[in-house]
């Protein structure tokens, strides 16, 4: 007997919006309390991420009677990293263009040390090193800030979501 499967957007939207939420407040903790993201935080954040992910993949096999399979879990993940990722995403860049621009005039003001001791250490042309200042001075940007959050998220809960989709699934 074939059965339908429940449709992973109520869940995707739950714990999208929890892990947007959980992201966004993060960030806004380490501004806060003036913290650097730091190895403990990163291993903390990617717990939490596996947590919330491992969660919704489980309530949606209790729900759906038991059944899973690979491809729901990967685009329930996806999904959760997506909305997730957008919320945290679209937060990063106000944060960064409002809130803390002085982070990114510190990142560039570091990518600009680095790149000039390269320059000098390759000892490039003129042209070339006008060119590699220009191309350094893109990723010290909100957007790019941001978009890299975003992918970083979608990434990471692929990931997971392939891995708890292989142990979770009824084959």
């Given amino acids: 007997m074939q059965h339908d499967n429940l449709p992973v957007k109520p869940y995707a939207e739950?714990?999208?919006?929890?892990?947007?939420?959980?992201?966004?407040?993060?960030?806004?903790?380490?501004?806060?309390?003036?913290?650097?993201?730091?190895?403990?935080?990163?291993?903390?954040?990617?717990?939490?991420?596996?947590g919330i992910v491992w969660y919704a993949i489980h309530l949606y096999k209790n729900d759906n009677e038991g059944r899973l399979d690979l491809m729901t879990s990967i685009k329930?993940?996806?999904?959760?990293?997506?909305?997730?990722?957008?919320?945290?995403?679209?937060?990063?860049?106000?944060h960064y263009e409002f809130v803390q621009p002085e982070f990114i005039e510190s990142m560039k003001s570091d990518?600009?040390?680095?790149?000039?001791?390269?320059?000098?250490?390759?000892?490039?042309?003129?042209e070339e090193a006008e060119m590699t200042k220009n191309v350094s001075g893109v990723f010290a940007s909100p957007f790019v800030l941001a978009t890299i959050a975003l992918l970083s998220i979608i990434f990471k809960t692929f990931l997971v979501g392939l891995i708890i989709g292989l142990v979770k699934r009824n084959n």
Avoid at 39 to 47: D, H, K, P, Q, R
Avoid at 76 to 94: F, Q
Wanted: avoid cysteine.
């Fill in 14 to 50: 739950k714990f999208g919006v929890l892990f947007g939420g959980y992201s966004i407040l993060i960030l806004v903790l380490l501004y806060l309390f003036n913290y650097e993201q730091n190895t403990a935080i990163s291993l903390m954040n990617f717990a939490i991420t596996v």
């Fill in 76 to 94: 329930l993940s996806l999904a959760i990293g997506v909305l997730g990722g957008i919320l945290y995403a679209g937060y990063t860049y106000v």
């Fill in 111 to 126: 990518m600009d040390a680095e790149i000039q001791a390269e320059i000098e250490k390759q000892q490039m042309s003129e």
